[in-house]
């Protein structure tokens, strides 16, 4: 069973759950730095259950004129379910709810044909962050 909910900032249990999951994905898995994932920036943060244990995590904000989604990570060991693209997908339809804005995110290499098949765009050149190659992409609401 899979339940997604929306994890209000204040609620410093469930951010806790996420920040050791993005923890274990990014800075174990992806040597990203700490201060690189955790950011401390305002975000609406979700956080996916698969029969009843958190294993996955992704937040969205408003940067300019786009919401960007950042931080979609799965645990190893719930890898392989679909639960990533659930977890998109949920955030994708709130944030449809919400505004017209473009949604914009910067997908790692490997991961660009599984945002294309959501309907992201790629743009521009490839470029770096913390380590990893990432193209930009975006798609607009229709």
């Known amino acids: 069973m899979v339940e997604i909910q929306k994890v209000s900032l204040q609620d410093e249990y469930?951010?806790?759950?996420?920040?050791?999951?993005?923890?274990?994905?990014?800075?174990?898995e992806q040597n990203v730095s700490v201060e690189g994932d955790w950011d401390n920036r305002p975000s609406e943060n979700y956080l996916l259950y698969y029969d009843n244990r958190p294993c996955s995590t992704m937040r969205y904000r408003e940067v300019g004129k786009c919401i960007k989604l950042e931080r979609l990570c799965v645990l190893r060991e719930y890898r392989g379910k679909k639960l990533a693209t659930m977890l998109i997908k949920k955030v994708m339809e709130d944030i449809k709810n919400q505004t017209d804005k473009t949604m914009l995110l910067h997908a790692q290499i490997y991961l660009l044909k599984f945002y294309e098949d959501l309907g992201f765009i790629k743009h521009g050149k490839i470029f770096t962050e913390e380590g990893i190659q990432h193209y930009t992409m975006t798609k607009r609401f229709q």
Do not use: A, E, S, T
């Not at 469930?14 to 174990?28: A, S, T």
């Open 14 to 28: 469930k951010m806790n759950i996420i920040r050791n999951i993005r923890y274990q994905v990014f800075c174990v």
